[in-house]
């Protein structure tokens, strides 16, 4: 499998060298891994800055920084609670060039900046973490006239935090932040 | 090593007593309620507390008081009902819920029962009035009221030496007594009299006939007494003795009274009115050597508690002994129960049954050679069926020669009691006043989590209504051992309690007293939470 995708790599590169570089504004909607993230937050929006660079032929290295913000109850008490995360990604993709279009697939090393504000005296009311996780994106750019793109995304990140604290509360060890996002971006290449 | 065992039980003998008085509900210290040289001191609270006491005055009349509900309530000036230069004693009381009360006493100097009422509009008891005809002596009077009536009851005995029981009722409405009248054969005594608040008036006594029986006379509201309607309660194959009546508020007496079944021994017998006649007795206790003092209280629901003092074959210390019918459960009492110390000489014993059937007794305890008697109390808590708390509280001090006990308990759930301290001509009454405060109701002791991101804060939570009899301010909420507080709610919604931060798998026991808005304390009732 990894020789097909390496053989699919070589002979796409010539293709696609353009050495461009892209910035496209994401948009799109988180789904937590996690039932518990789902059951006091929920998913919603997340949105952020993506800018890539076409350093070889078909690939591309790509930053970008989502953040999401969501406010929620406690299962119980129904005691406001809010979470903001940002997953700031550096990775790269493969992109695979077809008649006005590009279909690809990256990895990204992300790094997650979790803040929690919980409006309850009986656990840890602000929580800040901060760590790194993983991504994975695959995706579909449109290319539109005068150099501009319209892309749809998947992608899926990962990252566990523990949550011990010196209250007397039942923590989790570890538990899963990241989850499912499907969106859309539009960009422009330069 | 003796000495060190001397010490040891002293104090622990003053820990006991120091828990005792902090744990009372009753007012402490008591009221002195009057100067020296009184005696026969009786009292009656109705159903929103309001007490009234009357005893013999030191210069030998009759007085009277008034104390108002709540635990901040003070006995009002005494006022004297009896003429003066007569001899009198004996007064009974009665208190109806809007606060009328009536005073009946024995006026040995004229051989006359006289009463005085004192209505609620004006807090002005009336001269006093003979209620009783001609006779060479009157006793053992008795008296029971309801918002309309009063009804007095005694032994009359002419100058052939026939004993009746003499009756005359009182018509609030009016404020005029009836003319007297005789419900009994010759050869009576001993009479009680309930008076239901739908005006339905039972009286019972003691007759000779070939054996000692016990005899009840039940007027219906608006009626005249009938000696058709004298039914005979006990068996005429022995004595009988010690009768006590109450009633329900569908007009319903219960009645109880000792039984000497085999010529030696005696049993505790009761009976319920079925509506058209009395039930088959049944035995409320088990064999008794001797019986001093049998006491029955009956709510509007017909609850009753039956006190009573005895002795047994294997027991020669009097001890109280109690028994109690539950409404709806026909003539079935519970199975007696030893209220008393077991160790303890006792005597005395007065009841009292509020509107719940709770019940509170009280009795006088002999604690050494007689000249450290202790009046104590104990409640019995009727949804439970059990005593709570489940020690004996003591009502006056200890160290004094306390004596003599009366007990007035209001549907209303607040009581008073008063009783003799001293000897001598130094006696004088003391008081103590409970002021009830029920448990919430349908409490829930449950363990809950509140659950965050990543943390869930266990927390057990309680939850309940207040009772409909209550008016509740706080709760305070204490851990099992009852001493550590934990914290003092506010009671306008019910009982709502949270303790945060638990641990799992740990399931707290946590104890509630109420706090009511007439200073009155419940107490503590126990609530372990479960998942």
Same mark, same amino acid.
């Given at each position: 499998m990894k020789k097909w995708l390496f053989l699919l790599f070589l002979a796409a590169a010539p293709l696609c060298a353009s050495n461009e570089v892209r910035v496209q504004g994401k948009v799109g909607f988180f789904y937590p891994a996690s039932k518990e993230f789902q059951d006091v937050y929920g998913g919603g929006l997340i949105y952020g800055p993506e800018i890539s660079w076409r350093f070889m032929p078909c690939l591309d290295l790509f930053a970008d920084a989502m953040y999401f913000q969501k406010g929620g109850k406690s299962l119980g008490l129904k005691k406001h609670t809010r979470i903001k995360m940002l997953p700031a990604s550096l990775g790269i993709k493969l992109a695979v060039p077809l008649p006005s279009l590009e279909v690809y697939f990256g990895a990204a090393l992300k790094y997650f900046s979790l803040k929690i504000h919980n409006s309850s005296p009986y656990v840890s009311r602000s929580i800040s973490k901060d760590g790194f996780g993983w991504g994975i994106t695959s995706g579909v750019s449109v290319l539109l006239p005068k150099n501009f793109f319209f892309d749809i995304f998947l992608e899926y990140m990962s990252k566990k935090f523990n949550f011990h604290c010196n209250k007397q509360v039942i923590s989790n060890d570890s538990i899963q932040v990241g989850g499912g996002i499907i969106g859309g971006s539009i960009g422009y290449r330069f | 090593m003796k000495t060190c065992a001397l010490k040891c039980s002293l104090l622990l003998f003053l820990l006991m007593v120091c828990f005792r008085l902090e744990a009372s509900p009753w007012t402490s210290p008591p009221d002195t309620l009057t100067g020296t040289g009184v005696s026969k001191t009786t009292v009656a609270t109705n159903a929103t507390g309001v007490s009234v006491a009357a005893w013999v005055d030191s210069d030998g009349r009759i007085s009277t008081s008034i104390r108002p509900a709540g635990v901040n309530g003070s006995w009002g000036s005494a006022s004297q009902v009896s003429t003066s230069g007569k001899t009198v004693t004996g007064p009974v009381v009665a208190i109806n819920d809007n606060g009328d009360a009536i005073v009946i006493w024995e006026n040995s100097t004229d051989v006359t029962i006289e009463a005085s009422f004192r209505p609620v509009g004006t807090g002005v008891w009336s001269s006093a009035t003979v209620i009783s005809s001609a006779s060479s002596k009157v006793d053992t009077q008795k008296v029971a009221m309801n918002n309309s009536l009063a009804v007095g009851v005694w032994r009359h005995e002419n100058g052939g030496g026939d004993k009746k029981i003499e009756t005359n009722t009182f018509n609030i409405s009016t404020q005029s007594w009836g003319t007297e009248e005789f419900l009994s054969d010759a050869g009576a005594g001993s009479p009680d009299v309930t008076v239901g608040s739908d005006s339905t008036t039972a009286v019972i006594w003691r007759v000779q006939r070939t054996k000692l029986e016990i005899e009840a006379n039940i007027r219906e509201p608006g009626e005249s007494w009938s000696s058709a309607s004298i039914m005979q309660l006990s068996a005429e194959s022995q004595d009988a003795a010690n009768p006590a009546i109450g009633i329900n508020a569908l007009g319903s007496p219960v009645a109880i009274w000792s039984y000497q079944f085999d010529g030696t021994n005696y049993v505790i017998q009761g009976a319920c009115w079925t509506g058209s006649s009395w039930s088959t007795p049944v035995n409320l206790?088990?064999?008794? /050597?001797?019986?001093s003092k049998v006491r029955l209280a009956v709510n509007g629901n017909g609850d009753a508690a039956a006190v009573w003092s005895a002795t047994t074959a294997s027991q020669p210390l009097h001890l109280i002994y109690a028994a109690f019918l539950k409404s709806l459960s026909g003539n079935s009492w519970t199975a007696e129960t030893v209220v008393s110390r077991s160790t303890i000489e006792t005597e005395k014993p007065e009841v009292g049954v509020d509107a719940l059937g709770n019940a509170i007794v009280i009795w006088n305890e002999i604690v050494a050679n007689g000249t450290n008697e202790i009046i104590q109390s104990r409640f019995y808590l009727h949804s439970g069926s059990?005593? /709570?708390?489940?020690e004996i509280v003591a009502v006056s001090a200890s160290g004094q020669k306390g004596g003599e006990p009366a007990l007035g308990v209001g549907s209303g759930g607040s009581a008073t009691a008063v009783w003799e301290v001293g000897s001598g001509g130094a006696k004088f009454e003391e008081a103590a006043y409970f002021a009830v405060a029920y448990p919430p109701i349908n409490v829930t002791a449950k363990r809950n989590s509140d659950r965050f991101f990543g943390q869930k804060d266990l927390y057990n939570k309680l939850r309940g209504n207040n009772h409909p009899s209550n008016s509740p301010v706080t709760y305070t909420v204490y851990r099992a051992d009852g001493t550590t507080q934990v914290e003092t709610v506010g009671a306008s919604k019910g009982l709502k309690f949270e303790e945060h931060n638990r641990r799992k798998g740990i399931f707290e026991t946590y104890q509630v007293v109420t706090n009511n808005s007439n200073g009155g304390q419940s107490f503590p009732y126990s609530y372990t939470v479960t998942k």
């Open positions: - | 206790s088990g064999t008794l /050597a001797s019986v059990t005593w /709570a708390p489940s």
